[in-house]
């Protein structure tokens, strides 16, 4: 099975780049984030014309995740147990979206972005990751064999080597320790980073904003990453950055991470 993952930056901006990057790579199972639309504005007609199935979560032009599946999608599930809440009035956003695919419990994950380190926003993210945290302990806890994937936009550049200059981040989100620790407990909880053990590779970037020309001069980061549990994680034989998709018309400042799974 090959499952991907994609922060896609406005699904209906991008709908011929998604349908083409299925068609090219015969992807399986695709988890995308900031989709900005509601549930019955997703163009999900392209992709079952595919022979995806669709599942998603939307408010607006905010946030947003999917996943599109041909293996199945069972037990959709919106929101990861214990998720919290922001705005005023508090409510849930569409940041977590869950559902079994070919054996496989994927979570399609747009972690919040934090602002600044003063902001409230930065606080709730790293609430936000803590619950996270909990909940993915709670999957293993209950069945130590699950097939559990947490993929998507962390919004955390876990190593210095995943930016492009440390000086330039100094005081910023992203690379203060609280995130990092932040993502560290999930490995902590017993999950693998497998595009890291299958991609170590310094300054290989996921992300390239689209001011100063960021792209040509290869100054990104590496914030969209892929933690399973032990059982899935066994089953990854390798994992690939599909950079040629900054490149062209349009295109979204992220691109996908693709795991190969066996069996």
Same mark, same amino acid.
């Given at each position: %099975?090959? &499952?991907?993952?994609?922060?896609?930056?406005?699904?209906?901006?991008?709908?011929?780049?998604?349908? /083409?990057?299925? !068609?090219?790579?015969? @992807?399986?199972?695709?988890?995308?984030?900031?989709?900005?639309?509601?549930?019955?504005?997703?163009?999900?007609?392209?992709?079952? #014309? +595919?022979?995806? !199935?669709?599942?998603?979560?939307?408010?607006?032009?905010?946030?947003?995740?999917?996943? @599109?599946?041909?293996?199945?999608?069972?037990?959709?599930? @919106?929101?990861?147990?214990? %998720?919290?809440?922001?705005?005023?009035?508090?409510?849930?956003?569409?940041? /977590?979206? *869950?559902?079994?695919?070919?054996?496989?419990? @994927?979570?399609?994950? =747009?972690?919040?972005? *934090?602002?600044?380190?003063? $902001?409230?926003? =930065?606080? =709730?993210?790293? $609430?936000?990751?803590?619950?996270?945290?909990?909940?993915?302990?709670?999957?293993?806890?209950?069945?130590?064999?699950?097939?559990?994937?947490?993929? *998507?936009?962390?919004?955390?550049?876990?190593?210095?080597?995943?930016?492009? $200059?440390?000086?330039?981040?100094?005081?910023?989100?992203?690379?203060?320790?609280? !995130?990092?620790?932040?993502?560290? #407990?999930?490995? $902590?909880?017993?999950?693998?980073?497998?595009?890291?053990?299958?991609?170590?590779?310094?300054?290989? =970037?996921?992300?390239?904003?689209?001011?100063? +020309?960021?792209?040509?001069?290869?100054?990104?980061?590496?914030?969209?990453?892929?933690? #399973?549990?032990?059982?899935?994680?066994?089953?990854?034989?390798?994992?690939?950055?599909?950079?040629? !998709?900054?490149?062209?018309?349009?295109?979204?400042?992220?691109?996908?991470?693709? &795991?190969?799974?066996?069996?």
């Amino acid at each position: %099975m090959r &499952l991907a993952t994609w922060n896609i930056n406005s699904i209906r901006a991008r709908t011929d780049r998604a349908l /083409a990057f299925l !068609e090219r790579t015969g @992807v399986d199972v695709l988890a995308l984030q900031e989709t900005k639309c509601k549930d019955d504005q997703f163009p999900r007609e392209g992709f079952e #014309a +595919l022979g995806y !199935e669709v599942a998603t979560t939307g408010f607006s032009q905010w946030n947003g995740v999917a996943i @599109v599946s041909k293996v199945g999608i069972e037990d959709v599930e @919106v929101g990861f147990p214990g %998720m919290p809440t922001w705005g005023d009035p508090a409510a849930a956003e569409a940041r /977590a979206l *869950g559902a079994t695919c070919g054996g496989v419990r @994927v979570w399609s994950l =747009y972690v919040p972005n *934090g602002r600044e380190l003063e $902001d409230p926003h =930065y606080a =709730y993210k790293l $609430d936000w990751l803590g619950r996270l945290r909990d909940a993915a302990q709670g999957w293993l806890a209950d069945d130590a064999d699950a097939q559990v994937a947490l993929v *998507g936009d962390w919004n955390i550049a876990p190593l210095d080597t995943d930016v492009w $200059d440390m000086a330039w981040f100094a005081g910023r989100t992203h690379v203060s320790p609280a !995130e990092r620790e932040a993502f560290t #407990a999930i490995a $902590d909880a017993g999950y693998t980073e497998v595009s890291r053990v299958h991609l170590p590779a310094e300054h290989t =970037y996921t992300y390239w904003d689209y001011q100063q +020309l960021r792209f040509p001069r290869n100054e990104g980061m590496r914030i969209d990453l892929t933690y #399973a549990t032990p059982a899935l994680a066994a089953r990854v034989t390798g994992a690939t950055i599909e950079r040629n !998709e900054r490149k062209g018309k349009a295109p979204s400042d992220h691109v996908p991470v693709v &795991l190969e799974i066996a069996g």
